[in-house]
């Protein structure tokens, strides 16, 4: 029983230590060919956004406003899939452990 209990521990601190690499862990989304990018972290944390001149169009201001949401959900879908590669495995192994809450 000792042994199963330093196993789910040691599983939850590579459980935390992950998560702590994964929130330090810049990804970048892109839209309109790279004319908009936005990098997050991989917990999903707007970090930076680059918009190129080319995609400014005060005429059009809708477009730009596009091009940046698609460029952020881009960066979010791969900082998830980050995440599910990551955490995935981790959370699994706890999850399978019997009186532990995940």
Do not use: H, Y
């Amino acid at each position: 029983m000792q042994q199963l209990l330093q196993q789910a521990q040691k599983m939850q601190q590579d459980l935390v230590a992950a998560q702590q690499e994964l929130a330090q862990t810049p990804v970048e989304g892109s839209a309109g060919g790279g004319l908009v990018k936005a990098t997050v972290t991989g917990a999903g944390e707007l970090t930076a956004l680059v918009i190129d001149p080319k995609a400014v169009d005060p005429q059009d201001t809708e477009t730009l406003a596009d091009l940046v949401l698609a460029a952020v959900r881009d960066a979010n879908a791969t900082a998830q899939q980050l995440a599910q590669e990551k955490l995935g495995p981790l959370a699994q192994g706890l999850g399978g452990m019997p009186g532990l809450p995940f």
